[in-house]
Each structure stands twice: as structure tokens, then as C-alpha cells.
């Protein structure tokens, strides 16, 4: 039998221990990430909406709307026949907002790794390898935001199918550009195992992410494979390499290609999720929140588009708070001056992105569409459905329908071994 | 054997094309739940010569050609891949096949390019033949599992990265009658050889790759020359027919002989093998190779060829004054012409070097250890005065360095592209050693009694007006020979409405210089061409 003694040292040490855990389970149990709105906010924003949610918003309204709208978009609204419109014009509607939860997974990790965030004297997380989760709970700069945007890992894995017209309004003509990407996260998981990171082993080379890409229109790339690999060092390129299925051939891609346009389309390598390259490539500057009107909770089917129509009709639009981060290409002969970029705090993807022409001139705007996508794992994780993009010096645009020919899906089983030169030149 | 393949892709094709419910929302067609996915491309090709009557090639009808169009090319290739087993961590079987057909309809509209054909390449130019020689491109069965894998069948395999001339690339010899690497695609270009090659990847540092190829004995000759009289042959006016009129003319004949003197299917005598291994060392990818075969072509024999050369000169003679050629045929090919063993070592090596505008450098090279080669005891080194034979080291690099730039913004919004230009610019070297400047080395692109040969060739692409066109040239220009070739062309791409977005138009042109002393581009003189192409890719 157990003297009194022992038995109170017993509960004394059990007490303790529980007090000591306990601000681990109420992290994970509590952690809130920001919301887009305060209360006070939002019960603005549900006033605003009394009026406008369910209204369809073309040419005759949307002025009324257009301080929610980037600049550009209101004179594609307004002026439908210049991009391709039908005959009833462009048109959307206004929905509620709605609060965008990111998946129990990368809670927890926030919870867990959110306070062991170091950061060096570059502005780079120096234990990057060793987090996962969303480093800033309350960015203060630009480049925190942009840290938060790049620990958005999509599931740990992702593979998506892109219907991508490029359209010229003009004439309404277009070309489709079809591709099948792969996404592979080596660090900062936070749905698959193993988490938050692949062991050093199956990471010699120290890669942050891998995409995989298979092409299958324009016709003479059919079977045109490409992967990239991101290093997790911020200061070291991708490295790329493509399997020219025509002619059969590996070529090693320069980095000079990331900022070459992608086949006939407006956009360059670097503005896949309006931003793809490493962060260290700009500086970034936080110049506020604007509200704009965003497609964050919608799925795509539904929306009507004929061939030529530069915009998809029947989108649907919340009212959302959004992060302005304007970032600036460090490569003085950039082709972009800047990107003013539009991001959500709660899912962290750019929403909008406003960009300037080497002499400061306003060029194209680009825009996300995204929502919570059940992953295979059943998690809840926000994913691009669709992005718009336009050029408004050239009158051009080319749309992305990631949900067109089939589902996207996250949380898939995928191996690292798919960034292989022999796997690029697999028998298709 | 090839009944069985025939009827087995045709029936494949057949019950596809029957029961289909095909999407077509893109290029490839994909049948039974996406299982088979079939690609392929319908062409139509035309060369339209510039220079079409020459005086120092003038021998009134004997020119060769009733009208300017010296091609004119019907032709189609078809993929089919079927997935018999998918699985990325467990088996995955596919089965592919590629067919090719063509109708090369030149001579059949122009009874003198007609006649000018040797009847025995006439049929065989103007449609293919035989299923596995001509229309069977590859067809293998490709098995893969974890780190494993092994494909068995008719392959094409590349192993060299070069665009025009082959460096590191030695294992499918080339068949040049209907196009020219660059031009045309490997498929229509390279022919296909059954063999059995596995991959392993490793986990090793550098992520090594091996592979190793065994050919049991499938010999194709490589047909670097054309036939006579077409466009990718000997003008018939240089084939020198001791009757005018009556074929073969001596050039023909002797290539033809060499043809027909190559061995076949012989496991013992014709076999193949070698293998290759494929790293990433820091910034760069290479590979080293190793290839062991016969010559895709022959070479005279000396204790032979004159003999049987003198039974096609005699009955030349007694033709020109008879009037009447009585050809002697073919017989004793197979003892004037012999195809030696050979070994190939090489290797590639492919970076970025960010320092120099983050340009992409490729290196290949090869080492051939006692490449077989005729040579002339008078030292002239000409074809025509063979009566030797000898093995020589021979060592070979190309360096080719791509880049990309900008236009100036102004230009762009003139041109409504944002496509950078692409270009890349190829230096290839080959140096035959202990040379006595009695070897024959003109299919090498050799001036004669000269060891060393080299030249540079450039590429670039500018696309415009939203990427609807293409503008591509290709040059390439021999140092020593000076023979050069240019390929200026067009591209226009068809939007999506019509025909999927499939259907593309080029206008273009070939242009050859040559010098005198150019053995190789003799063939090509006076074939300055329009090339104008229709083609719709599936």
C-alpha cells in the first residue's frame, strides 16, 4: 500500500503535468485564425448585403458596385462588346459572405508551430523546414503576408486538370491551352503523413515543393511533360526540365523562361497563383485592406461562357476584406514594374492582382476563384477553381477552368519519385 | 510475326474506332474510360522547287521534271497507347504502337521524276511496302513497377538532345528518303528496331538511371542518301547512267548494292547491345552511354568491289554502244559490300549557368573505338577510288548553348506578343585520328583528305500575334566544305473552331549553298524549294 506521502507527491506531479499540457490542448482546441471581417465589420457588410445579395450585376449596375470591383473590371463590365460579351453581357451576382475555415490539420500545426517561427536578418523563416501551419497570426508587413501565402501548402498534395482558353475578344477567336498538373509539398505539411516534413532521406536536395505537368493541348505539345522543383533556400532558382514529346527530347528549362509568356496566354510562369516564384525575388510593401468583391466559396459549374467571351457569366461574388501587398521584382529589367496584389487573410490566396508595365503603366489584372475543396483525406481545404486573366493594353484575355474536365483533388497519394528525368520520359 | 501485329493494331484501331464514344475536348482521342488514347497528325507536304532548270545540270529531258513540284506528300501518323494496368505504386503495363503511311504523289504526276526513280525504290518512295520496314514505327509493351522497368518491342531511342545532327544519339539509324531530322519528326526520320531495354532507378546519389539495350539481331541499313531521282537523292543527272535514260546510273547502283549486301535478322552476327546511365551531379544533368553494333552502312570490300563493279561497267559499256543497257543485277552484294562491329562510347551533359544570363548549356560527345573505313591508296580519299579498308578512332563534341530575350516593348505590342525569342546556337566537332588523308569520309560531311570536320547550326522561334503565328529559321553551315542550309518558315495555327484547334499552315523555304569541294551538299544543290505544309495534329 502506497503511503499518504506518495500518494499526494502522486496528484501533486499529476496536477502539475496537467497544467503544464493544458496550454497545448487549448492551442489546438482554441487557436482562431483571423477572420476578414471584425464583428463590427461584418454587421456592416450584412446590412450591405440586405440589398445586394442575390441581385444580378451587369452593365445597368455596375457603377453601384464598383468600388467593390478592381478598376479594370468595372470597364469589362461596362463596356461587354470590346471582351467577347453575348448578347446579355457579362453578369454575376452578389452572395453572402462567408467565413473560410482552414482544414483541422493545418490548425493544429498553426497551434503547435505558429510561436517557433525564427526568423533571420533577411526576413526569411530560418527553421522553415521545421514548421507548418500559418507562421504570422498577425502580419504586420508585407513580407509576412507573403510567408503566410507561401506556407498555403493546398493539401499537402494536389492534382488539377486547367481548361485554359486564351481568348481574343476582338475577333473571338481563341486557342486552348490543357493542362494536368501534380503539386507536391516536401515541407510544411499538415494533412499527410509524414508531417511536418519528408525525412532528410527522401529530401536530399532540399526541395520545398514539386509540380509536375502534363500538357495536352495545344496539339503539338500533347504528352509534353515538365516538372519544377522549388529549393527550399530562398536565394537558389527552380530547377526545371521538360520532355518535348514531339521531338523527344529532355531540355533543361532556363530560369529565364519564368518570365517568358506561357504559350499564346498573358500570363508568365511566375504569375501561376498570381505569384509562383520565391518570395526573395521581390520586396514587398503592406499598403493596407481594401474590400473587393471575390468568388471564394463557389464552385465554377454554373457559370455560362460561349467562345470569344472573355469573362465566365454567372459568378458568384462576396464581399471580402483583402491584404494590398504591392510587391516589386528585384531584376530591374523585370517585366513587370509591380504587382499590387489583393489577398485573402483567411485562406491567404491572391484574390486580385493589379500589374504594371516596365514604365509604370497599368497592364493586366488577373483574378482567383477559389473554395473549400473536400480533400481525400476529408479535410476541408480552400483550393483555386478558376482564375481570370486580362490584358487591357492589348485587349486579351485567357480564363483557367480547374474544374471543367475533371474534379480537382488534394490530399492525394503521390510520390516525390514523379520529379524524376525518367519519369518525365515515361511512355506518355 | 508481322501478320500478326498487323491484324492485331488493325484490329485494335478497328474496334476502337467502332465502339467509340470519344470525348473530344482534346488533342488525343481517349476510348474505353480513357484506356486508350490515340494521337497522331495528317499531312500534306509540298516543295516547290525555285532553281527548277539549271544549264550545268541541263540535259534537256534528262533534268528530271515536268513541273517545278519536286515533293508532294501525303502523309499520316498514328499513336495508340493503351493502358492496360495503372498503378503509381504498384504495376503499370501500357502497350504503344505508332504507324506511319505516306504517298509521295510527286512522281506520279511527273512521269520524269517517275522515270528517273530506279524501279526497285519507285514503289517503295511513293507509298510504303512492307508493314514492319515502312508502316510499323514502334510497337512495344512497357512494363514498370516500383524502381523497374523494361520495355519490349520496336523502339525508337533517343539519346542525344541535339535537333538536327546526332552526337550522343546512336542507336536507331536514320532513314532520309521522305524528310531530315529537324524538319520532320524522329518518327518519320528514325527507324525502329526491336529490341528488349530496362531502366533501373536507383536511389543513389545523383539519382542514377541505368539502362541497358539488347538488340537480338534486328539490322537496318540507314538510308542517309535518298533515292536517286527523288528530291532527297542524287539528281539523276549526277547518277551517270552509261545510257542515258536507262537505269541504275553508277551512283544508284552502288548505293542500292550496299543496301542489299546488309545482313539481316542473325542473333549471332547482328546483334546490338549497350546501355546508358543518367545522373544530376549539383547544377548538371548528364549521362554516359556505351553502344556496341554493326554499321548501318556499309563499307566497299576491296578485295571485292572491283570485281563486282567491273560486271556493271562492262555491261555499261557494251550498253552505250549497243544502245541497250543489260543491267547485271545484284548478285555478289553481299561479298563487295561488309558491315563491321563497332563501339561507341559517349556522353551528355546539360546546365544552367545563371552567371551568363541563365543560358542552358548541352555538351555531347562520342568516341568511336575503330570505326570501319574505306580508304584510297592514290589518297585522293574519293568514294570512287576505294581499294582499301581500315578501323580509325574517331572523336566527336557538339556544344549547344539556348537562351531566351525579350523584344523592346514597342516591338512586342506591334508583333501583340509577349513570347520571348527563343534561340539556340550549336557548335559540333569531329576529328577522325591517325588520319592519312587516304580515308573516305564524304558521309561524314568531311572535305575529302581532311580529318576534321565541323560547323555551327542556329535555331530561333518568335511567335506573334497572340502566339497565331510562328516565324522559325534553322541554319547550318559546314566550316570546312562550306556547305550551308537555311530554313526560313511560317507557321500559322489555326484557332480552336476550326478542327479542335489542330489544323496548322506553314510557308517556307529550303535553301542550300554549297562549294565546289561538297560531296554531301551535291545532293542538295539545285533543290532550293517553297516548302508549303498543311497539317492537322490529333
Same mark, same amino acid.
Given at each position: ?16 503535468? %496537467? ?109 522553415? %523546414? ?83 505537368? %502534363? ?88 457559370? %455560362? ?124 | ?145 516500383? !524502381? ?24 536507331? !539509324? ?160 553481299? @561479298? ?17 549557368? !545563371? ?82 588523308? @587516304? ?100
Amino acid at each position: 500500500m502506497m503511503s499518504s506521502k506518495t500518494v499526494k507527491k502522486l496528484i501533486l506531479s499529476t496536477v502539475v503535468l %496537467t497544467l503544464l499540457a493544458l496550454p497545448a490542448f487549448s492551442a489546438a482546441a482554441e487557436i482562431e485564425l483571423e477572420t476578414a471581417y471584425t464583428a463590427e465589420e461584418l454587421a456592416k457588410v450584412r446590412a450591405w448585403e440586405k440589398t445586394w445579395v442575390g441581385k444580378k450585376i451587369d452593365q445597368s449596375n455596375i457603377d453601384q458596385v464598383a468600388e467593390f470591383m478592381p478598376e479594370s473590371y468595372v470597364g469589362i463590365y461596362k463596356n461587354p462588346q470590346e471582351w467577347g460579351a453575348p448578347p446579355e453581357g457579362f453578369w454575376f451576382t452578389i452572395v453572402p459572405y462567408r467565413r473560410v475555415k482552414m482544414s483541422k490539420g493545418f490548425l493544429e500545426a498553426t497551434a503547435k508551430y505558429h510561436t517557433q517561427v525564427k526568423v533571420d536578418e533577411k526576413g526569411y523563416i530560418a527553421n522553415i %523546414t521545421e514548421i507548418a501551419g500559418r507562421p504570422f497570426l498577425e502580419p504586420k508587413t508585407g513580407l509576412e503576408i507573403m510567408w503566410n501565402f507561401e506556407l498555403n501548402n493546398h493539401g499537402d498534395t494536389y492534382n488539377y486538370r486547367k481548361f485554359s482558353p486564351n481568348i481574343n475578344p476582338k475577333t473571338r477567336t481563341e486557342r486552348l491551352a490543357d493542362q494536368e498538373y501534380w503539386e507536391f509539398y516536401f515541407i510544411n505539411r499538415t494533412e499527410l503523413d509524414p508531417k511536418p516534413a519528408l525525412p532528410d532521406e527522401r529530401n536530399k536536395k532540399e526541395y520545398r515543393r514539386g509540380m509536375f505537368m %502534363t500538357m495536352f493541348k495545344p496539339a503539338e505539345f500533347l504528352n509534353t511533360r515538365m516538372y519544377t522543383l522549388r529549393p527550399i533556400d530562398q536565394d537558389k532558382e527552380d530547377v526545371s526540365y521538360l520532355w518535348y514529346n514531339q521531338f523527344r527530347r529532355i531540355r533543361r528549362l532556363s530560369t529565364n523562361q519564368r518570365t517568358d509568356s506561357i504559350d499564346g496566354s498573358d500570363l508568365i510562369y511566375d504569375d501561376e497563383y498570381l505569384w509562383d516564384g520565391q518570395l526573395s525575388r521581390n520586396t514587398y510593401a503592406l499598403k493596407g485592406k481594401k474590400e473587393l468583391l471575390c468568388s471564394r466559396n463557389e464552385s465554377l459549374k454554373g457559370t %455560362t461562357r460561349t467562345k470569344g467571351q472573355a469573362m465566365l457569366n454567372n459568378l458568384k461574388f462576396e464581399r471580402c476584406k483583402l491584404y494590398i501587398v504591392e510587391a516589386v521584382n528585384k531584376d530591374p529589367n523585370y517585366i513587370y514594374s509591380k504587382r499590387v496584389l489583393y489577398i485573402d487573410p483567411e485562406t491567404y490566396y491572391i484574390m486580385w492582382s493589379d500589374i504594371y508595365d516596365e514604365k509604370g503603366r497599368f497592364w493586366k489584372c488577373f483574378g482567383n476563384f477559389t473554395r473549400p475543396l473536400k480533400s481525400e483525406t476529408g479535410a476541408m481545404v480552400p483550393s483555386i477553381m478558376g482564375s481570370c486573366y486580362n490584358d487591357f493594353q492589348r485587349t486579351h484575355s485567357g480564363l483557367s477552368d480547374q474544374e471543367r474536365l475533371q474534379p480537382p483533388k488534394s490530399g492525394i497519394k503521390l510520390s516525390e519519385k514523379i520529379f524524376t528525368i525518367s519519369y518525365l520520359q515515361k511512355t506518355y | 510475326m508481322k501478320n500478326f501485329l498487323k491484324i492485331l493494331t488493325l484490329l485494335c484501331l478497328v474496334t476502337a474506332m467502332s465502339l467509340s464514344s470519344a470525348q473530344n475536348a482534346d488533342a488525343v482521342v481517349r476510348l474505353f474510360d480513357g484506356k486508350l488514347e490515340i494521337s497522331g497528325f495528317i499531312k500534306e507536304t509540298a516543295y516547290y522547287k525555285i532553281n527548277k532548270f539549271d544549264r550545268a545540270w541541263d540535259h534537256g529531258p534528262a533534268d528530271g521534271h515536268d513541273s517545278p513540284i519536286d515533293y508532294l506528300m501525303t502523309s499520316a501518323y498514328l499513336e495508340t497507347l493503351w493502358n492496360i494496368k495503372e498503378d503509381p505504386f504498384g504495376w503499370n503495363i501500357r502497350f504503344f504502337n505508332g504507324l506511319r503511311y505516306w504517298v509521295e504523289k510527286a512522281p506520279l504526276i511527273d512521269d520524269q521524276i517517275h522515270r528517273r526513280i530506279a524501279p526497285w525504290h519507285r514503289k517503295r518512295y511513293i507509298t510504303p511496302r512492307d508493314f514492319e520496314l515502312d508502316m510499323l514505327t514502334e510497337c512495344y509493351i512497357d512494363i514498370q513497377k516500383g !524502381p523497374w522497368q523494361v520495355k519490349i518491342g520496336k523502339q525508337i531511342v533517343i539519346w542525344g538532345q541535339n535537333d538536327i545532327g546526332r552526337v550522343a544519339d546512336v542507336v536507331n !539509324p536514320l532513314k532520309l528518303t521522305h524528310g531530315v531530322p529537324g524538319v520532320d519528326t524522329w518518327e518519320e526520320v528514325k527507324q525502329g528496331l526491336w529490341m528488349i531495354r530496362a531502366f533501373y532507378q536507383s536511389s543513389l546519389p545523383g539519382n542514377l538511371l541505368f539502362e541497358f539495350i539488347f538488340n537480338p539481331g534486328d539490322h537496318k541499313v540507314g538510308d542517309y542518301f535518298g533515292y536517286t531521282g527523288t528530291h532527297w537523292g542524287d539528281p539523276y543527272a549526277l547518277d551517270a547512267a552509261f545510257v542515258p535514260g536507262q537505269e541504275p546510273g553508277i551512283g544508284g547502283f552502288i548505293l542500292e548494292s550496299d543496301r542489299r549486301a546488309a545482313p539481316s535478322w542473325d542473333f549471332d552476327e547482328t546483334y546490338a547491345f549497350g546501355g546508358r546511365i543518367m545522373g544530376t551531379t549539383g547544377n548538371f544533368q548528364w549521362t554516359l552511354l556505351v553502344w556496341n553494333r554493326l554499321q548501318d552502312f556499309g563499307l566497299a570490300n576491296p578485295y571485292n568491289i572491283g570485281a563486282y563493279s567491273f560486271r556493271y561497267v562492262s555491261a555499261g559499256i557494251l550498253g552505250s554502244i549497243t544502245g541497250n543497257f543489260d543491267f547485271p543485277g545484284f548478285d555478289g552484294a553481299e @561479298d563487295a559490300f561488309k558491315y563491321k562491329r563497332f563501339t561507341t562510347i559517349g556522353g551528355t551533359v546539360m546546365t544552367e549557368w !545563371p552567371w551568363l544570363h541563365y543560358t542552358t548549356w548541352d555538351l555531347e560527345w562520342f568516341y568511336e573505338i575503330g570505326c570501319p573505313l574505306n580508304t584510297t591508296s592514290s589518297g585522293s580519299g574519293s568514294s570512287s577510288d576505294i581499294d582499301g579498308w581500315t578501323r580509325k578512332d574517331i572523336f566527336g563534341f557538339s556544344i549547344k548553348v539556348g537562351d531566351r530575350f525579350r523584344l523592346p516593348k514597342k516591338i512586342n505590342d506591334f508583333l501583340r506578343t509577349s513570347k520571348k525569342v527563343d534561340w539556340t546556337l550549336t557548335y559540333f566537332y569531329e576529328k577522325v585520328f591517325s588520319h592519312e588523308h @587516304d580515308l573516305v569520309l564524304n558521309d561524314r560531311y568531311h572535305k575529302q583528305q581532311d580529318s576534321v570536320a565541323d560547323g555551327f547550326s542556329f535555331w530561333f522561334k518568335l511567335e506573334f500575334l497572340n502566339t497565331a503565328f510562328a516565324f522559325v529559321h534553322l541554319s547550318s553551315y559546314y566550316l570546312q566544305t562550306g556547305g550551308q542550309m537555311h530554313v526560313p518558315s511560317i507557321t500559322y495555327y489555326f484557332p480552336e473552331r476550326i478542327l479542335n484547334g489542330g489544323l496548322r499552315f506553314t510557308l517556307g523555304a529550303k535553301i542550300y549553298l554549297r562549294q565546289a569541294h561538297d560531296a554531301i551538299y551535291t545532293n542538295y544543290d539545285k533543290k532550293d524549294s517553297i516548302i508549303i505544309k498543311l497539317s492537322y495534329e490529333f
